[in-house]
């Protein structure tokens, strides 16, 4: 009954979900590298106006041991995606290719298969920031924003403890995630995304004072933070006033 509903609920085109990128490396160092790829992804397109992310962090609660989404298509209906992003990464010698396509979710047709993206094996996130600009470029050829330079990506190591941190973050484990965090922060001191769940940690176990200084050293990275992330880090500053008409606002974006 559930699945009926959602599938007479109209899928909205302009809304996107990244699926976590299917790791075929064999590789237990790239662990993570398919959960950053589907992260990075959507942090880039939610800076577009012309699209609709679904929220990295509902993605990634949906992925199971495997790192995978069971149902990718199913579970973008019922997120409402209209579109779906989903694709593999594979070892080439020293290189890793990453090659992506984009679905269209009611049909299943194939809309876009983009040519192979390579980078080094030992630094996978320049290979994820060209996968990234060439999507973006791919779903939102007319955005206004879609051309502009991007700011630069994390350290894929930051990036790593980033991933494991927002694990045990969603296991409610708030003072488990901290320490990872820290030592994302101290990789990448311009990672801002790290430092706003960082915030929301002490949030959470209701310690403002930490939550204060945290916020306002992730406050000066707000120009690097996509919308969602700025979002976010509103609702942190809110809570830490605690104006609760912006924390309810907010919490409703």
Do not use: C
């Amino acid at each position: 009954p559930f699945i009926n509903r959602a599938r007479r609920t109209p899928l909205n085109p302009k809304r996107v979900m990244v699926a976590p990128f299917e790791n075929a490396t064999r590789d237990t160092a790239l662990a993570l590298v398919g959960r950053i790829t589907s992260d990075y992804i959507t942090e880039g397109l939610s800076q577009l106006d012309s699209v609709e992310a679904v929220p990295s962090a509902t993605v990634l609660a949906a992925t199971s041991t495997n790192g995978l989404v069971a149902n990718a298509r199913q579970f973008a209906e019922q997120q409402r995606a209209g579109t779906l992003i989903s694709g593999s990464i594979y070892k080439q010698g020293d290189s890793l290719r990453f090659h992506a396509e984009v679905t269209e979710v009611a049909s299943g047709k194939l809309l876009v298969s983009l040519s192979d993206v390579a980078g080094p094996a030992s630094d996978p996130i320049r290979g994820i920031r060209l996968l990234r600009e060439r999507l973006m470029g791919a779903i939102a050829i007319r955005d206004e924003r879609a051309s502009q330079r991007l700011q630069g990506a994390p350290r894929y190591e930051a990036y790593e403890l980033f991933m494991r941190a927002l694990d045990r973050f969603q296991r409610q484990d708030y003072r488990g995630a901290m320490e990872p965090l820290h030592q994302a922060i101290a990789l990448d001191s311009t990672f801002g995304t790290a430092m706003t769940l960082l915030a929301t940690a002490h949030s959470n176990l209701q310690e403002w004072a930490a939550t204060d200084s945290v916020a306002k050293i992730a406050e000066r990275r707000r120009d690097r933070m996509s919308k969602s992330d700025r979002e976010h880090l509103d609702w942190v500053l809110a809570n830490i006033k605690g104006d609760l008409e912006s924390t309810h606002r907010l919490a409703q974006v």
